[in-house]
Nanobody, 122 residues
Framework: VQLQASGGGLVQAGGSLRLSCAGS????????VGWFRQAPGKGRKFVAG????????FYTDSVKGRFTISRDDAKNTVYLQMNSLKPEDTAVYYC????????????????WGGGTQVTVSS
């Protein structure tokens, strides 16, 4: 499956953005999807994940209560709604898909899309 992330931009602290991850090429609904982010000079870190059915979602502690991951398989798209954004959320955000398994490690995900930049100003 091929993935493309979009929806990033510049927003003030406290604002909101919605990222989209569009899938194509294979049956997208068969894949679990995760969002990761990479801040300048730092490694890629897990943000949120959703199972292939959408029945399970999980988040890194720093975004719980602020970010929501969801999927619309009719549109082959997974969303990351980001509210109450903070400057420390600034990063390039990537989506990734896993045909088998679900987890917080980047090793779980075999398919990656290009990133989208999110910048939160203070």
């Amino acid at each position: 499956v091929q993935l493309q992330a979009s929806g990033g931009g510049l927003v003030q602290a406290g604002g909101s953005l919605r990222l989209s991850c569009a899938g194509s090429g294979r049956t997208f609904s068969n894949y679990a999807v995760g969002w990761f982010r990479q801040a300048p000079g730092k490694g890629r870190k897990f943000v949120a994940g959703i199972s292939w059915s959408g029945g399970s979602t999980f988040y890194t502690d720093s975004v719980k209560g602020r970010f929501t991951i969801s999927r619309d398989d009719a549109k082959n798209t997974v969303y990351l709604q980001m509210n109450s954004l903070k400057p420390e959320d600034t990063a390039v955000y990537y989506c990734a898909a896993a045909e088998y398994g679900l987890g917080t490690s980047s090793w779980t995900y075999g398919n990656w899309g290009g990133g989208t930049q999110v910048t939160v100003s203070s």
